[in-house]
């Protein structure tokens, strides 16, 4: 480990379960939801997230990361990238060897994260009541390694999120997922209007949610 795993995080959990989402989803993994977040989604599941949390260093995040003995790990939040020592966590995880996933607001410049993590990126629609704290240029910095969801509410958080990935011209440079609020959009009719629309997206359901219905974290 680098001199600067003494260098400390604010932590709200650390936990081993199955991926919930993404092109990832299903995959068993160790998530670590630092403390924190900005933002104030009202759709938001993890609100427990935004104050409180303990204090850990890096190193012991990465030890403690390291005693689940599972490849791929996604550091999330919060928004990670609100604390500066994430991208630090991120390099000691991939130095060890890990998958790294980042789960992010998409309101924090990427290039925060480094180079080889996997982003996902969390395009805010207008149901989110946070759409405005978009950063339009992150979408000229995605690879092949990220994806981009938009959480969809209602058909107009739909209309918004096809304008973007047309706009953007996003199919084909990443990921692409459109994931339903639970309770309030109903996946068969989101599918309906990506049928109709051709779209080249994937409809990204909350497999945890599925798995574990009384515990939104997937445990």
């Not at 400390?8 to 989803?25: F, P």
């Not at 980042?102 to 180079?115: H, I, K, Q």
């Amino acid at each position: 480990m680098s001199e600067r795993v003494h260098e400390k995080l604010r932590v709200t959990e650390i936990y081993s379960s199955v991926q919930g989402e993404s092109s990832w989803a299903g995959y068993p993994c160790v998530f670590v939801r630092l403390t924190g977040c900005p933002l104030r989604c009202v759709w938001c599941d993890t609100a427990y997230a935004f104050t409180g949390g303990e204090e850990w260093t890096v190193g012991d995040i990465v030890r403690k990361v390291k005693s689940y003995g599972l490849p791929l790990v996604e550091v999330t939040g919060g928004e990670p990238l609100a604390q500066k020592n994430s991208t630090l966590l991120m390099d000691e995880l991939l130095r060890e060897g890990f998958q790294v996933l980042l789960e992010t607001s998409g309101a924090f410049d990427l290039e925060a994260a480094p180079l080889g993590v996997h982003r996902i990126v969390d395009v805010k629609c207008p149901g989110s009541g946070e759409e405005k704290r978009n950063l339009w240029d992150n979408l000229s910095k995605l690879t092949g390694l990220d994806e981009v969801k938009f959480v969809i509410r209602d058909e107009a958080d739909y209309d918004y999120a096809r304008d973007v990935v047309g706009r953007y011209g996003l199919v084909g440079t990443c990921g692409l997922l459109f994931s339903p609020v639970q309770g309030e959009m109903d996946p068969a009719k989101l599918a309906e209007w990506m049928k109709r629309d051709k779209l080249q997206v994937r409809l990204n359901l909350q497999l945890h949610k599925v798995i574990w219905p009384e515990d939104t974290s997937g445990r």
